[in-house]
């Protein structure tokens, strides 16, 4: 029995230790990598189901830092470590990986794809240098493709454009390059000539380096093709860059690889306009390495402030927060100067508090590598701090004027990002309990915890019943955090039902006067407080101001000796009244609130200037004629042809407003299939999937956005 033991285990021992050696390898290789002109901090962005995953997967099989390719649909893959993305097939958060390629370190964030988990898209682009945009061939730019497209434009980082599943049946490159035009409103350079596409896709030529991907010793690319799209494509550079255009005029020798290479990065870096386009199918593992050599190539190195100019030996920037059993709180941060060490301690420009490592790592997904020091360039995984979370800027030395240096490198460096993380306003909410009364310290810490890293998960108590509520960006994820709460924190949790978040806003401006008189122990006090609102009136229908306080000082009033506790007291009042409107008790937005007049007699504690003036808050919103704002959300819906008037119809019921039918374009089987494009109310689509799958036996598919919000016609 022994020896039967020892002849089955031998096998597996001997490939643990070769996988842990391969591993350890591989990250020897990438800590050896330091100069920031070597450093490739690049995040994977696109739409749910596009490939990202599969392909970062293939990216680190080709690195060697994993021996066998894992698969989305087997839950085995790298990066979706989590529990709950390998039984759904999603990614829900950003996994980090450290990975060498060609003497580069590549930093690479595979982010999540479903809207709800849209926040991980958001805080990762902040530290990004450049990103790789995936799209399915047989889709093109889809409707989450085209949020996380606008977010890194609003961080202005350089992008590529990897378009994968040629093999699909349906796979169609014209319709992909038609509508990054139309939709990413950016011209495509297309670097590579796929050779077939759909079943009888089985490469793509190399235009710049005249080779057939993947290699065959049996074949040659066509000449006669090659000559044509690679002429075409130097003469498509030659319209854009000056340099390609002389060489191409005056030069005698033809243009070379390295020439066309570095009018590429020219072209990232100097114009938005013009973006390369590669192409492959990373489920058969074709093109995963050209896209590797391309980022390394094209995308920008990382960038760094150096010290003499930031005047700091270190800088950096949280972008992201979890919570491990055995590290406790990890950080993710983005060095950006000087260097990191074990057991430093840094300043928070936020808290001005300080705060200690206590020991540093190189991120691999789910796994941990410890090491002594990490320098600017490169994103590191830290230990020990306490109060930091996502969107905090730590330095290394203490100064008094911490936050008007920071705003001075930030005109200098315009890529450092700014401090704080705004989350996106949530859309639903529910209430969340446990089985048992004594338990419920453990769902506040928990949840306390689970919010840390989730910057768009709010929670809140209700003041009437002291239920605790969740507010979350849609079905999944609270349904996500409720899951969390089983597996990571073993409670058992009960959730109300799921509705939707309302904001209340005022039609009317308003001034209101409320007197308060108070006797505590024979000692009179009176407290007169006048306070007046408006509306904020936005053209933009997706914009959502919250509340906006201000003191009037006039002639006849002014507030120089109130002090600063009285006013914090007068802003807690004023927004705990804003917190609960009058019509469904949600917040109150929209709104500027203005203290005008403030008399006061006798001694007047805090909890008294807060009192009084959330009755005055009240007071004008009961006379500043409050309608109720529902969220709208986009829906992109595919069905099959001739089921799209019966959709139709039933959006219609749900009050949606069309704004696009196209029939016989894209989907699962081409020209077979219409795209609908409407804004629909949220409450309308609670439940919509089964519904949706009743009326095309199963035949569609569709994804939300939000889209702003809306006055609510009927009450």
């Excluded at 959730?495 to 108070?518: A, F, M």
């Excluded at 101001?545 to 002639?555: A, T």
């Excluded at 007291?569 to 007049?597: F, P």
């Excluded at 089987?669 to 949706?692: D, F, K, W």
Aim: aromatic content about 6%.
């Amino acid at each position: 029995m022994r020896l039967f033991q020892c002849i089955t285990n031998f096998p597996l021992r001997l490939f643990y230790r070769y996988a842990s050696n391969t591993r350890l390898q591989v990250f020897q290789n990438a800590v050896q990598i330091v100069d920031p002109q070597r450093i490739r901090n690049v995040g994977i962005i696109a739409h749910i189901d596009a490939g990202k995953t599969t392909t970062v997967e293939r990216m680190l099989y080709h690195a060697g830092f994993i021996r066998s390719m894992g698969n989305v649909d087997d839950g085995n893959t790298t990066m979706d470590y989590m529990e709950q993305e390998r039984e759904r097939g999603i990614t829900i958060t950003s996994a980090a990986i450290t990975i060498p390629w060609n003497k580069h370190r590549i930093n690479l964030i595979d982010t999540p794809g479903h809207v709800d988990f849209t926040i991980e898209v958001e805080r990762s682009l902040r530290v990004l240098d450049g990103a790789v945009t995936i799209l399915d061939a047989s889709a093109g730019v889809e409707t989450q493709s085209l949020t996380v497209w606008r977010q890194a434009n609003r961080y202005h980082v350089p992008r590529l454009i990897y378009i994968n599943k040629m093999d699909k049946p349906t796979a169609n490159l014209s319709m992909c390059l038609d509508s990054i035009r139309e939709k990413f409103g950016v011209e495509p350079i297309l670097l590579h000539t796929p050779l077939g596409q759909g079943k009888q896709f089985t490469g793509m030529i190399d235009l710049f380096n005249e080779i057939i991907i993947p290699a065959n010793n049996s074949s040659k690319p066509p000449s006669e093709l090659l000559t044509n799209d690679r002429t075409k494509l130097i003469e498509k550079l030659a319209d854009i860059d000056d340099a390609i255009a002389e060489l191409l005029l005056f030069a005698d020798k033809p243009i070379s690889t390295n020439q066309l290479i570095q009018a590429i990065c020219r072209l990232m870096v100097n114009h938005q306009r013009y973006v390369p386009v590669l192409v492959g199918s990373s489920l058969k593992n074709i093109g995963v390495p050209t896209l590797l050599d391309a980022i390394v190539n094209y995308l920008p190195s990382a960038r760094i402030i150096p010290t003499s100019s930031s005047n700091t030996d270190t800088l950096m920037y949280i972008f992201k927060t979890i919570h491990d059993r055995q590290k406790q709180p990890l950080s993710f941060a983005r060095v950006y100067s000087g260097s990191v060490k074990k057991r430093m301690v840094l300043t928070n420009a936020r808290t001005n508090e300080r705060e200690q490592i206590n020991k540093v790592f190189l991120p691999f997904a789910d796994n941990m590598e410890d090491i002594d020091e990490i320098r600017a360039g490169s994103i590191a995984v830290l230990s020990g701090f306490k109060e930091a979370s996502s969107g905090d800027i730590l330095v290394s030395n203490r100064k008094s004027t911490i936050a008007t240096h920071l705003n001075d490198l930030k005109q200098q460096y315009p890529f450092l990002p700014d401090p704080g993380l705004e989350a996106p306003p949530p859309v639903f909410f529910c209430t969340i309990e446990t089985y048992s009364e004594s338990t419920q310290k453990q769902l506040d810490f928990a949840l306390k915890n689970i919010k840390r890293e989730d910057p768009s998960l709010r929670v809140r108590i209700d003041d009437q019943t002291g239920q605790t509520i969740l507010l979350g960006m849609g079905e999944l994820h609270i349904d996500i955090i409720r899951d969390r709460l089983k597996r990571e924190y073993e409670l058992e949790t009960y959730l109300g039902p799921l509705n939707v978040n309302y904001r209340e806003t005022p039609r009317k401006s308003t001034q209101q006067t409320i007197v308060w008189n108070s006797s505590i122990n024979e000692k009179h006090a009176t407290i007169s407080i006048t306070l007046s609102i408006e509306p904020i009136i936005s053209q933009d229908k997706k914009i959502i101001s919250f509340s906006q306080i201000q003191i009037v000082r006039s002639d006849e009033q002014n507030f120089e000796n109130l002090k600063k506790e009285h006013v914090e007291a007068i802003n807690h009042g004023i927004r705990l009244a804003l917190s609960t409107g009058l019509i469904k008790g949600t917040e109150v937005v929209n709104i500027h609130v203005k203290l005008h007049d403030l008399q006061l007699t006798g001694f007047i504690s805090p909890a008294l200037y807060s009192a009084a003036a959330s009755d005055c808050v009240r007071a004008c919103l009961r006379h500043a004629d409050c309608t109720l704002l529902q969220p709208m959300m986009r829906v992109d819906l595919v069905c099959v042809a001739d089921r799209t008037q019966v959709v139709l119809e039933d959006l219609a019921r749900r009050h949606s407003q069309i704004i696009d039918v196209q029939q016989g374009t894209s989907g699962s089987v081409q020209n077979s299939m219409s795209t609908i494009i409407t804004r629909t109310p949220l409450a309308e689509l609670i439940g919509y999937s089964s519904t949706l799958r009743t009326l095309t036996s199963g035949q569609a598919d569709f994804t939300l956005a939000i889209d702003g919000y809306e006055p609510v016609l009927n009450l």
